[in-house]
């Protein structure tokens, strides 16, 4: 699938795009926190090593991407007065 600039969408595609994004960080940043509170849990336990916490760090870079696309459409989103 070839994704499109911002620039190049129209404003309900922007919008859609706008909401969709905030919807999946929403949903992701929930599904990371509880898997960093129950490794958390788990290694106070001693039921797991340190090392189990590296994959949802590993994944907190997607996250921000994420949070930066969500700047990006804003910005679009303001430079055509939808926002």
Known sequence: ???KKLSELTDEEL?????TTKFVVGMFLGVLAVLIVFNIINIINGDQHWGV???PLGLLPI???NFNS?????????SRGLE
């Open 53 to 55: 916490l590296a994959v």
């Open 63 to 65: 996250l921000i991407l």
């Open 70 to 78: 969500i700047k990006q459409i804003k910005i679009e989103l303001k």
């Open 15 to 19: 919008l859609k795009r706008k909401k």
């Open 1 to 3: 699938m070839e994704s």
